[in-house]
């Protein structure tokens, strides 16, 4: 009776663990392309396991830029506080391959001239892709 208990425990640790998995794919992002965006922002989202900055451009279109987590961020200097809504900013970012109006956030540059960076490549290089 303990080793099926021992094997149930194991099974639902797979299980529970499976979804993080899926979640580090960025194959959703075409990290070939980058596309510079001008605009405001409406939300910083300091959220697990995600940040996210949401914001509108100019013509009416709302963006969603997925970010690292917070903890990453914090290492690389990014506050909680780093970006509120109505600042105006220029990002740069790997658009979703779906055509749809988001992205993976490479770097901002705020109107008083404070950059804000994510660490990943940008010369075209995936992310989280082994090398060989």
Known sequence: MTISRWA???????????????????????????????GTVTDFQWTNPHAFIEM???????WSLELNSPN???RQGWLRSSLKAGDKITLRMNPLRSGQPGGLFLDLKKADGTVLDSGLPKNGEPVNVPKL
């Open 8 to 38: 149930l425990a194991g099974a639902a640790a797979l299980l529970a663990a499976a979804p993080a998995l899926a979640h580090h794919s960025f194959a959703m992002f075409d990290q070939k392309k980058i596309m510079t965006l001008e």
């Open 56 to 62: 509108d451009v100019p013509g009416g279109k709302h």
């Open 72 to 74: 990453n961020l914090k």
